[in-house]
């Protein structure tokens, strides 16, 4: 059984800097397309960021990109996103989550995405 246990989540003020891992079991990261999901209060659920399984490549929402970075470590089986310059619209819930789909374009749906963690909470606030 595939567990995502997510970490990493806290108040942070406006400009400043997360880091949130994803520990992964029961299965090789790299067996799997990662990625990064969020979801705020009456809005709906957003992609991130995301990675390939073959670690080849990465891909970015439009509201994060250049500010967010994603990786992996393959020997500690776990997920990260750094995420810099945090505004008060990046507060949310944060979700990783893994697809076993392996197509030929990378899932930027969450309906293609088998597993998921439980999320952790990033709050940008002064």
């Known amino acids: 059984q595939v567990q995502l246990v997510e970490s990493g989540g806290g108040l942070v003020q406006p400009g400043g800097s997360l880091r949130l891992s994803c520990a992964v079991s029961g299965r090789t990261l790299s067996t799997y397309d990662m990625g990064w999901f969020r979801q705020a209060p009456g809005r709906e659920r957003e992609f991130v960021a995301g990675?390939?399984?073959?670690?080849?490549?990465?891909h970015y929402g439009d509201s994060v990109n250049g500010r967010f970075t994603i990786s992996r470590d393959i020997s500690k089986n776990t997920l990260y996103l750094q995420m810099n310059v945090l505004t008060p619209d990046d507060t949310a819930v944060y979700y990783c989550?893994?697809?076993?789909?392996?197509?030929?374009?990378?899932?930027?749906?969450?309906?293609?995405?088998?597993?998921w963690g439980q999320g952790t909470q990033v709050t940008v606030s002064s």
């Open positions: 989550a893994a697809s076993i789909l392996k197509g030929l374009v990378f899932p930027f749906s969450g309906r293609q995405y088998n597993h």
């Open positions: 990675i390939r399984w073959t670690g080849a490549s990465t």
